[in-house]
Structure formats: structure tokens, C-alpha cells
């Protein structure tokens, strides 16, 4: 009996021996090796794109490969530095790296200068910018630390895709800052102001949305996808108490469709209705305006006179006329007007639907161009 109870504690033994060799083997080949990757990055759009492995490590790889593609921007004035952003260089010429960064960065210079990531002061040039794209070409002499990056398309992106930014946030102590985040929405329309003085926003951006860290000082910076591609330029953000991590980008496409000729210095030709108007809804709201609205409209805007040597003008257009639609496409206010006007060229025809006394009427306008 002895032998036999001395033979089963031995087996016994043996096997507890065993089974935890074969765990400490397939547990250590699981974190020692590479099987740790979780995913590989996708959405490649370039030809020569590399994707990037994303394991525990993060996205160290992407970052490093674009890093040196990355410069915070300056705006001095008066000799004194009044703001501070961010660029990315898009394209190196010969001896001339270009820079792409928000025409909000680098409104009101005297002078511009970009810190690269060797923290040199390079003295830059801009060659030209649009408020209304929001985009502006800054061209500086190369050196050896300034890399081109990749452009990609933001069309291939997917929403939940990793992406990340790389910035200067609130000023140069926190330059080449790096945050990441998810693509969280395409085509967002946002109503933005171009001007200080126009409170209720006059024009409407379509945008990339991101939960990336986005904060002052991050403007005019890359959103990247995982790979290192620029699918974005970082333009803004929702600032409001309740709000947390809605971040918006420019597709790049649309950003490089202006770039020729905000680099040949010239101003983008936008066209122009020739109308001076009112949103409805502004009408309606105030005692200052007496205008007949139909009950039951609650969109448009209502033209308050007509500029003399303008489309309109050759038009069936009139004081107190709403215009509801550019070309079947609906507008519920002034920035959304702008919106679909901007779609065309000076010197198109559009159809203009509109309400008078309470009835739809609609005129053909040939669109000028802005002075």
C-alpha cells in the first residue's frame, strides 16, 4: 500500500511539474515575443506608405518618421510675438521647403518665422493665404532637419481609425507636443465667423471631427492617420463648458485644391451674388426689421438691397425677396448661402429660388466676381 500511495504522489508531482513548464513557455513566448502586436495601421493612400505596427508601445514609429515634418509658427507684430501655431511642410523645392498652416496663424504678421524640431528660428516668407479656407503657404529656406510628408486622401479614412497631431500647444514650451485620438466624424458642417464683428458665424465649414487633445497653439498642425499620412490640418475646436474633446480638421484635399495658387501669391477668386442680406431667423427675432415672412418659414435669407453692377442686379431679384435655395439646394442661412455659392466660379449661372408675397419664384443670376 505504501509503495503504491508513494507512486501516486510521485505521479502526482510529476505532472504539476510539467504543466507548469508548458504554461511559463506559452506565457513567456506571448509576451517575449512580437505577438504582442495588436493591429497593423491600414489606409495607406500614397504608394510608398509603410504601414506601422501598433502594439503596446504605441505609435512611436509614425511619430518619429514625421516628426521632423513639423514646425511651430510665430506671428510677430510691432518687433513683439503676438501668437503662435502651428505647420507642417507639405513640399521641398530646391533650396525652398513650403509650409501649410491656418490663414488664422498668421493673420495680422509683420513678420513670420517657424521653429523646427532642432529648435532653429527660421525666417519665413508667406506667399499667400484665404480666410475663408483658412489656409495659408508660408516658403523657407531648407536645411537638414525639414522632411516633406505625405499627403494622403481623408475620403479613405474610416471613423473609429487611430489618428494623432503633433503640435505646439499654448506656445513654444509645449511645442511638438503629440496627442492621439479617433477619427470621430466626416463631413461635419460647422458655422464659423470670419470676422470679429459677425457674432453669429458667416460662413460653414465642412470638417474632419477628432477626439485628439486639440488646444490653442495646435491651429494649422497635421492630423495624421496611424500611418504618418497628413489626412487633415487641425482648424479648431469647441470651446464650451460642457464640451469635451471636439476637435476639427480641414481635409487636406481640400486644402491642396487652393495650394497653386495661395503659392503663386495669388487671391482665390470667390464669386459673388451681389446681394446685402439678413438671415430670417435674425429678422424674426428683432424689432429693427419689418419684413413680410410667411408663417410657417423659418430659413432663408431675406435681401436687404442689391449692389449695382452685379448678377443680382440683371436678375428678377428685389429688396425683401428670401432666398431659400441655391440651385435646389436648400439654405437656411447666410453662411450656409455662402457655402454652396462658393461651389461655383465668377461668371456661372445659377438658379436662384425665392419667396415673394408668399409665393415660389425662381431667376437665373450670373455671378460676379468679388472686388
Known amino acids: 500500500?505504501?509503495?503504491?500511495?508513494?507512486?501516486?504522489?510521485?505521479?502526482?508531482?510529476?505532472?504539476?511539474?510539467?504543466?507548469?513548464?508548458?504554461?511559463?513557455?506559452?506565457?513567456?513566448?506571448?509576451?517575449?515575443?512580437?505577438?504582442?502586436?495588436?493591429?497593423?495601421?491600414?489606409?495607406?493612400?500614397?504608394?510608398?506608405?509603410?504601414?506601422?505596427?501598433v502594439d503596446e508601445s504605441g505609435i512611436s514609429d509614425s511619430v518619429e518618421k514625421v516628426y521632423d515634418g513639423v514646425v511651430m509658427v510665430r506671428n510677430y507684430q510691432s518687433d513683439q510675438v503676438a501668437s503662435?501655431?502651428?505647420?507642417?511642410?507639405?513640399?521641398?523645392?530646391?533650396?525652398?521647403?513650403?509650409?501649410?498652416?491656418?490663414?488664422?496663424?498668421?493673420d495680422g504678421a509683420d513678420r513670420v518665422t517657424v521653429i523646427d524640431s532642432n529648435d532653429q528660428e527660421i525666417e519665413g516668407e508667406v506667399l499667400g493665404g484665404d480666410t475663408y479656407v483658412d489656409i495659408a503657404v508660408i516658403r523657407v529656406e531648407k536645411n537638414d532637419t525639414?522632411?516633406?510628408?505625405?499627403?494622403?486622401?481623408?475620403?479613405?479614412?474610416?471613423?473609429?481609425?487611430?489618428?494623432?497631431?503633433?503640435?505646439?500647444?499654448?506656445?513654444?514650451?509645449?511645442?511638438?507636443?503629440?496627442?492621439?485620438?479617433?477619427?470621430?466624424?466626416?463631413?461635419?458642417m460647422v458655422t464659423v465667423s470670419t470676422d470679429s464683428s459677425y457674432g453669429s458665424g458667416d460662413w460653414?465649414?465642412?470638417?474632419?471631427?477628432?477626439?485628439?487633445?486639440?488646444?490653442?497653439?495646435?491651429?494649422?498642425?497635421?492630423?495624421?492617420?496611424?500611418?504618418?499620412?497628413?489626412?487633415?490640418?487641425?482648424?479648431?475646436?469647441?470651446?464650451?463648458?460642457?464640451?469635451?474633446?471636439?476637435?476639427?480638421?480641414?481635409?487636406i484635399e481640400y486644402a491642396t485644391s487652393k495650394l497653386e495658387t495661395l503659392e503663386n501669391g495669388e487671391e482665390i477668386e470667390w464669386p459673388l451674388l451681389g446681394v446685402q442680406m439678413i438671415n430670417v431667423t435674425d429678422a424674426m427675432n428683432s424689432y429693427r426689421y419689418n419684413y413680410d415672412i410667411p408663417n410657417g418659414v423659418n430659413g432663408g435669407v431675406i435681401v436687404v438691397s442689391i449692389?449695382?453692377?452685379?448678377?443680382?442686379?440683371?436678375?428678377?431679384?428685389?429688396?425683401?425677396?428670401?432666398i431659400t435655395k441655391i440651385n435646389d439646394t436648400e439654405v437656411a442661412d447666410s453662411a450656409y448661402l455662402r457655402y454652396e455659392l462658393y461651389k461655383y466660379a465668377p461668371g456661372d449661372k445659377i438658379t436662384v429660388t425665392y419667396l415673394r408675397d408668399g409665393k415660389e419664384h425662381t431667376t437665373e443670376v450670373t455671378l460676379s466676381k468679388s472686388e
Do not use: W
Open 1 to 53: 500500500m505504501k509503495r503504491e500511495r508513494i507512486k501516486e504522489l510521485v505521479l502526482i508531482v510529476v505532472s504539476f511539474l510539467i504543466g507548469g513548464v508548458l504554461t511559463y513557455v506559452v506565457i513567456g513566448e506571448k509576451l517575449g515575443g512580437t505577438s504582442t502586436t495588436s493591429i497593423v495601421g491600414g489606409g495607406c493612400s500614397a504608394e510608398n506608405c509603410t504601414k506601422v505596427a
Open 84 to 106: 503662435t501655431g502651428t505647420g507642417f511642410v507639405y513640399k521641398i523645392d530646391g533650396d525652398d521647403a513650403y509650409i501649410m498652416t491656418n490663414q488664422h496663424v498668421i
Open 146 to 188: 525639414l522632411i516633406a510628408l505625405t499627403l494622403a486622401n481623408s475620403e479613405e479614412a474610416r471613423l473609429g481609425d487611430l489618428v494623432f497631431t503633433i503640435g505646439s500647444p499654448l506656445g513654444y514650451e509645449y511645442r511638438g507636443s503629440v496627442s492621439t485620438g479617433h477619427l470621430a466624424g466626416k463631413d461635419r
Open 204 to 251: 460653414v465649414m465642412e470638417v474632419l471631427q477628432t477626439d485628439a487633445a486639440i488646444n490653442p497653439g495646435n491651429s494649422g498642425g497635421p492630423l495624421f492617420n496611424v500611418n504618418g499620412e497628413v489626412i487633415g490640418i487641425i482648424s479648431m475646436k469647441l470651446v464650451q463648458t460642457e464640451v469635451e474633446g471636439m476637435g476639427f480638421a480641414i481635409p
Open 307 to 322: 449692389e449695382r453692377g452685379t448678377g443680382a442686379e440683371n436678375s428678377d431679384l428685389q429688396e425683401g425677396d428670401i
